[in-house]
């Protein structure tokens, strides 16, 4: 069979490319469910890191999509359009919470503070550094999860380029070869930081040892992109058959507890497990046992996702504070009233008019170089 040409017309492409994907929004509800239950205090049972995870190649697979999209049909990335955009969708949330959580901690409210280093690296995408540099130290409580955040915008920084250069040569083969030797590398490296004196904290928030879960995504939107590339007619259950076996291998680097083992390859065989289980959501979001993704609450939580991410712990680590006694049940309960209460008025008045603006300018960006039958998968 001849290799598939990444420089096919988008709009040669089955019909999947249009429109929104609200199955993968519900993927990132139960990413964004672990990360909140392991910090509401359910930890030991609730694997928090591996929600940060989905989220790290659910981000390779949707950019390289957008990057596809828009390479068909103009011949080159805008780096002017895909930069601002970013911008758009990332900063004014982050700005938002920084800025009110620095307030607070002003006031005591909760505890903690900005160093001028603390809040230079939050607003300016190398917190994971300065996490791993300070264990925490240096800003509000709770405000550590920005960590994943400066990987993925470390990601956003450097691919592009590398993306149009694969998507240049336009061969699926030579480019998953690349990105599959990066992901070696980055494991390998993962190893010998283990073997060297590499700290922990090191080896799971940085950029260096983490960015491989991005380039699974990115390798699976070259290779298997249900949005853009024929999908086999559904068989149940060869489909039932992988997502038991990628929920049985994300069980089993839960379950196996090995030190060098958790911090080198559980992270590489959580992503290729993974990867299966976002192409099935998409390929197969109107099937049952898939179909769940799509329901409204679930997309609901998936589209406020980001600003839940930003907010939630500091809102858990703050009710803590004032109202220990509530017990994990009672903080957990407030914390999401809490924290949905933060997340729908900045899903209206902020992401939503950013969403348009965004919109706006990549309906403009295709505009110069238009091409028919294709609609841009909505942004992350």
Known sequence: MAEPDLMTPVSDRPQYATGTIPSLDGIRAIAVALVFFAHSGFDAIIPGGLGVTIFFVLSGYLITTLMRIEHARRGRISYRGFYLRRLLRLMPPL?????????????????????????????????????IANDYHGMPVGLGVIWSLAIEEHYYLF?????????????VGLSVTALSILCVV?????????????????????????????LIGCI??????????????PKALNDLGI??????????????????FRLTARYTLQCLAIAPLIYLAVARADRLPFRW?????????GTISYTIYLSHH??????????????????TLLGAIMTLAVAEPMRRWVEEPCARLRKRLHRKTLAREPAPGILPVGAP
């Open 220 to 233: 699976m939107a070259l290779l298997f992109n249900p949005r853009l590339d024929p999908v086999p007619a």
């Open 159 to 171: 691919y592009p380029p590398l993306a149009a250069l694969l998507l240049r040569v336009g061969r």
């Open 95 to 131: 700005f938002i919470v920084v800025v009110v959580t620095g307030l607070l901690a002003a006031f005591s409210v909760i505890d903690g503070g900005f160093t001028t280093g603390g809040l230079f690296s939050a607003l300016f995408y190398f917190g994971n550094y300065h996490v």
């Open 314 to 331: 500091v809102i858990l680590l703050g009710l803590a504070k004032h109202w220990p006694q509530l017990g994990w049940i009672g903080l």
């Open 186 to 214: 980055v494991l390998a490296w993962r190893y010998w930081l283990v073997f060297h004196g590499g700290t922990e904290a090191h080896i799971t928030m940085a950029t260096d040892t983490r960015a491989d879960a991005i």
């Open 243 to 260: 997502a038991a076996v990628c929920v049985a291998v994300l069980a089993g680097t839960l379950l196996y507890r090995d030190e060098v």
């Open 293 to 301: 993704l799509n329901a409204r609450p679930l997309v609901y939580i």
